[in-house]
């Protein structure tokens, strides 16, 4: 069954999918199985919206098939295109019985109208190529479809998806309409670097994931790097949320934290150290002027953490 009964069967599911979510999240995701809406989830890079999708796919074990958006991105790489060199090979393969047919026509437009009863062979399923939106919609049990980073495509390819997220189908000229037996369960993520169409947001429940709070974060590295011990884990969170207060030119994430988590695991550390800070802070930071920034409020940031000494 491609739903969840109730929210906190979500928040279940994506739990034991490894997904810690929060209760806004996990009603969406309910809502969105039980009306058969797609799920547009926008926020800043790296906190968990992709992640979502992988995670629901688990949890329901169901198929997940993935569009990766980006500039340029057109109808023939995202639903689907003919197989020309298969057309092809079996053009020559039956040449002859093509020279059969039109023998005997009076004229060309004979000829041509022949030729026209070859269409339906030619332009059939068997010489579809499907893209990800369409293998999604021909799952005969449903699947998951995430359409990643949509924001990163142009807004012509936004037409492309009107018609699959009112009705679950979409029309090939050549064949007509192709619905889904189960429509998919759609996750469209954005990062926000630009508007989507009021077209688009309609047909879309929304869902915006921002930075979590502490008590939230902490669960998440406790799932995600169970190793760490309570008191390192209080301490690396309550750092990275101060850190997220400073200007920076890119805040640290989620999977910024985690990584951050392992990698401190991998260094022995048992609670947050200025050497061992000071030496894995460009995990968290991607921009050398953020670390510039930082650097010198570091010792700051760590006398104000919980728990946190120092022989200074």
Request: with cysteine; glycine share 4%; proline share 6%.
């Amino acid at each position: 069954m491609n739903r969840y009964p109730s929210i906190e069967a979500a928040a279940k599911g994506l739990a034991d999918a490894n997904y810690i979510s929060s209760r806004q999240i996990a009603t969406a995701l309910f809502l969105a199985t039980s009306l058969d809406k797609p799920i547009l989830v926008e926020g800043p890079a790296g906190v968990g919206k992709t992640e979502l999708a992988l995670a629901t796919a688990r949890s329901l074990a169901l198929p997940l098939v993935r569009l990766q958006c980006y500039d340029g991105l057109d109808e023939s790489k995202a639903l689907y295109e003919w197989k020309y060199g298969k057309q092809l090979l079996y053009t020559q393969i039956l040449k002859d019985r093509l020279g059969e047919e039109l023998r005997g026509a009076p004229d060309l437009k004979a000829a041509l109208a022949r030729l026209g009863s070859f269409d339906d062979i030619f332009f059939s399923e068997q010489f579809l190529e499907p893209r990800p939106l369409l293998r999604a919609l021909q799952e005969p049990d449903g699947a998951v479809l995430l359409i990643d980073e949509i924001d990163k495509a142009d807004e012509e390819f936004e037409a492309v998806l009107v018609e699959l997220l009112s009705d679950y189908q979409v029309t090939i000229p050549e064949l007509g309409p192709i619905a889904a037996k189960t429509p998919p369960i759609v996750f469209l993520t954005s990062n926000t670097t630009r508007d989507l169409g009021d077209a688009m947001k309609r047909r879309c429940l929304h869902l915006h994931i921002g930075y979590p709070e502490p008590a939230l974060e902490e669960r998440i590295i406790a799932t995600r790097v169970p190793e760490a011990t309570p008191e390192l884990r209080r301490q690396l969170v309550a750092f990275v949320q101060k850190l997220r207060t400073l200007d920076l030119r890119k805040l640290p994430s989620v999977s910024e934290t985690i990584d951050w988590a392992r990698a401190l695991l991998l260094m022995n550390a048992t609670e947050l150290d200025p050497a061992v800070v000071r030496e894995t802070l460009n995990l968290l930071l991607k921009f050398e002027g953020d670390v510039e920034m930082a650097s010198p409020k570091m010792m700051d940031l760590l006398r104000s953490l919980p728990a946190w000494h120092t022989t200074k």
